[in-house]
């Protein structure tokens, strides 16, 4: 079982840290692959597509480069939600399942619901104003986590991240552009979706998970208490949830 995990807006698979070893010894069988969106992490170099189809056709081929056939299970947060979204829709079956992490789409809920409006000017001075990456990660990790006290730990891990491959303002204005662009069709994938979201998710509003649910008719599972990073909060309850999902299909 071949699981690709994609994350979020201006993130890379450096911010899994070591959740998808955790995962994979939970789940025997399953080899995860972690993709970095173009313009992130490794790919720091390359324009981000100002179009989520066209980073799933990224994916889809730098697979395929790497030798990794479908098909595929898809895990992924945020803007790699929404990529995963659309590659659901254009797989003709190559994707064969999918985990949905606090993700948002356009056409089911508000902007304001999206990115709640209390995170408009701590994320604009991350984007225009903050220089120092242990002051950007900082605010990263209290805007994403509602433990992060006890995660403080991964601030120099990500500030070592953002050195190594530091993304662009072009770039992470350009991720938002492709984020906000992105309509969903109205029927749901042909494929099945497993929704995980964080009832206190102080970035993204758990109505837009909701909202999709609903609007999908799948399978969801909500947090009480963790934030927007989930697999960084509770990365126990994120893996248990998805083999009680795989021993139902």
Partial sequence: MLWIFLRGLT???AHWGSFPNYFQQALPGSKVICLDLPGNGELHHMTSPMSIPTMVTYCRNELIKRG???PYFLLAMSLGAMVATEWSYCSNGEVKGCVLMNSSLGKFSPFYRRMRPRNYLPLLRL???TQNPSDAERIILQLTSNRAAQRAQVIDEWVQARIKHP???VNALRQVVAALRYRVRSRAPDTDVLI???????????????AIASRWKCTMQLHPIAGHDLALDDPNWVIEKVQRWLARQ
Avoid: A, K, N
């Fill in 196 to 210: 995980l979201s964080s009832e206190q998710d102080s970035l993204v509003h758990v109505d837009c998970s909701l």
């Fill in 11 to 13: 993130r890379e698979t």
């Fill in 167 to 169: 993304v662009s303002r």
């Fill in 127 to 129: 984007v225009l104003l």
């Fill in 68 to 70: 990794h056939p479908p």
